[in-house]
Structure formats: structure tokens, C-alpha cells
């Protein structure tokens, strides 16, 4: 059976790998943003000198890096509407499951991220914040965040780019994504190639594309030695802590 370019471009154009690969485009912005918010808190627990936030940090981050995400994107949709009554109502949809399952599971990396990008900030940043009078949360939002994300952008981007790929497992929780979308046509036609091509094309563009946003991003919080720096006393330690 030879390919047929007629079949191919016709599923480029289609309605169902559009909105597919929509879908794996949201799943992974949903999880990205809550793995980043539960990720940040438990690197702060991680970061922490008392125990009882330290502890529930370090078991946290064990156990979703030691669980497969496919297995907890089946325990999301099987097992806990079993538990919980309220997740059989029709809100809880395929979409919400594989979103919160892949995001709980991409916290425990984006809180390795995290936790790796505010140790690399100067101890001294924070000290200079201090001397300002600043508040331990003003410290950490004004001085210590701006540099941690400069620091933690490359790896981030990366960990969007895999959760697009990732939210192909939904397919085992009945979300139509881009990769089920190719697997339904497949099944119908029998037409391997000329679908599954289709489906590495939306990838290749939405990887392509995410990768040059990636790089603008980078740029704009990139470290510049061209700005002005003043001679007196409180504003070059602003200058040194990051906050003009």
C-alpha cells in the first residue's frame, strides 16, 4: 500500500487534528501551571530549616518522581470517582483529569527546577534586600524571584515542550488529543502512514513554535551589562539586589 499524499494533506487540514492538537496545547499549559505553583511551594518546603515543612516536601517529590504518569492519570480517571462520589458528576472530564494527574506529577521536577534556581541566587541578594528594610516576602518577590527565573526558564521551557508530548497518555482516559485523533483514524482506515505523518507534523509545528517562544522569553529576562548604574550609596545596592 502506498502512500497517498491526498490522504495526508487532507488530515492537516482536518477539524480533528486541529482541535486535537488544541487539546494537547491546553493540557499542557493547565499542568505546566499547576505543577509551577505546587512545584514553588515545595521547593520553598524543601529549602526550609524547620523539619515538619522540609519532610512532607521531600516525600512529595519522591513519590511522583517514583510513580509512572500514566499510572496516575489512570488512578485520576478510574480509581478515585471509585473513592470520591462527587468526581462522577459530568465536570470531572478527561480534560480536568489528565490535566491535574500530569500536573501533580510534573511539580515534583518543576520543584527541582525551582529549588535549583533560588539556591543559585547570591545568599547576599537577600541580605542587601534586608538592609532596606525590606519584608522576607518582599525579599523573595522583588529580589530573589526576578534573578531565579532567569535561571529557571531553559528547564521550564524544556519540561512545557515534554508535556505537550506527555499528554499523549491521556488517550488511555479517553481524552481526544492529537495522537488519539491519529490513532482514530487509523483504526478506521487502516491508513498508518499518511496519519500518524500527520500527527509528527503537528508536533514538529507546535514544538517549533514553542521553542522560538521559548528563546523571545529568554531574551527579554536575559542579564544586560549595558544598564546605567548610579554612584550613590542606596542605589547601587538597588543596583546590586536587582530592584531599581
Do not use: C
Not at 505543577?35 to 524547620?50: E, S
Not at 500514566?70 to 490535566?99: G, K
Request: net charge positive; aromatic share 12%; charged share 15%.
Amino acid at each position: 500500500m502506498l502512500f497517498d499524499p491526498n490522504i495526508f494533506f487532507a488530515q492537516l487540514v482536518s477539524a480533528d487534528y486541529i482541535k486535537g492538537a488544541g487539546l494537547s496545547v491546553a493540557v499542557a499549559i493547565v499542568s505546566l501551571i499547576l505543577a509551577t505553583v505546587i512545584g514553588f511551594f515545595m521547593a520553598i518546603g524543601r529549602t526550609a530549616k524547620q523539619p515538619y515543612l522540609r519532610a512532607p516536601a521531600h516525600f512529595y517529590v519522591w513519590f511522583f518522581r517514583a510513580i509512572p504518569a500514566l499510572l496516575v492519570l489512570l488512578i485520576m480517571w478510574n480509581a478515585l470517582p471509585q473513592m470520591f462520589p462527587a468526581l462522577r458528576a459530568d465536570w470531572f472530564s478527561p480534560f480536568i483529569a489528565a490535566s491535574v494527574g500530569l500536573g501533580l506529577v510534573e511539580a515534583a521536577f518543576m520543584s527541582e527546577i525551582i529549588r535549583s534556581a533560588l539556591l543559585s541566587v547570591d545568599e547576599g541578594q537577600a541580605l542587601a534586600g534586608r538592609a532596606l528594610g525590606m519584608s522576607p516576602a518582599k525579599v523573595m518577590f522583588k529580589v530573589v524571584l526576578p534573578q531565579a527565573i532567569r535561571i529557571a526558564l531553559p528547564p521550564t521551557g524544556n519540561e512545557f515542550i515534554g508535556l505537550v508530548k506527555y499528554s499523549s497518555l491521556a488517550s488511555v482516559i479517553s481524552l481526544r488529543e492529537l495522537l488519539t485523533t491519529a490513532q482514530v483514524g487509523v483504526n478506521i482506515t487502516f491508513r498508518y502512514a499518511e496519519y500518524y505523518a500527520a500527527a509528527i507534523v503537528y508536533y514538529l509545528v507546535i514544538v517549533s513554535i514553542l521553542s522560538l517562544i521559548q528563546n523571545m522569553v529568554e531574551k527579554k529576562f536575559a542579564w544586560t551589562s549595558k544598564a546605567k548604574t548610579t554612584t550613590t550609596p542606596d542605589a547601587s545596592i538597588e543596583t546590586k539586589v536587582g530592584i531599581s
